[in-house]
């Protein structure tokens, strides 16, 4: 079992700054992926980053390219996505996953992880 809790969300204005969090406990955390989606009112979730377990690989949706990071501390089993030059369309509820089985697949896609938080909304006014 693995418990995500994210953390960071809130009202931010667009060109500003917001850093979100993602605490993990259970399994050892240095032995999978975490990623970062996110969903809008009425629409899909979406996936947004992902960081590898090891060597720290990180791929992203081409939206947040450029604006966002995200990185991790195996030590404090924390994932971070830092959220620079934030848009109006940013605006939804983010969630961080945990792929601990590793299956095969893009990592574009939901059925990849095992492991969800609660998420955390994130609002951009303009």
């Known amino acids: 079992q693995v418990q995500l809790v994210e953390s960071g969300g809130g009202l931010v204005q667009a060109g500003d700054s917001l850093r979100l969090s993602c605490a993990a406990s259970?399994?050892?955390?240095?032995?999978?992926?975490i990623a970062w989606f996110r969903q809008a009112p009425g629409k899909e979730r979406k996936f947004v980053a992902r960081?590898?377990?090891?060597?720290?690989?990180?791929y992203y949706a081409d939206s947040v390219k450029g604006r966002f990071t995200i990185s991790r501390d195996n030590a404090k089993n924390t994932v971070n996505l830092q959220m620079n030059s934030p848009k109006p369309e940013d605006t939804a509820v983010y969630y961080c996953?945990?792929?601990?089985?590793?299956?095969?697949?893009?990592?574009?896609?939901?059925?990849?992880?095992?492991?969800w938080g609660q998420g955390t909304q994130v609002t951009v006014s303009s």
């Open positions: 960081i590898t377990r090891s060597v720290g690989t990180t």
């Open positions: 996953a945990a792929d601990v089985r590793g299956v095969p697949g893009a990592p574009e896609s939901l059925s990849k992880y095992d492991y």
């Open positions: 259970g399994r050892t955390f240095s032995r999978y992926d």
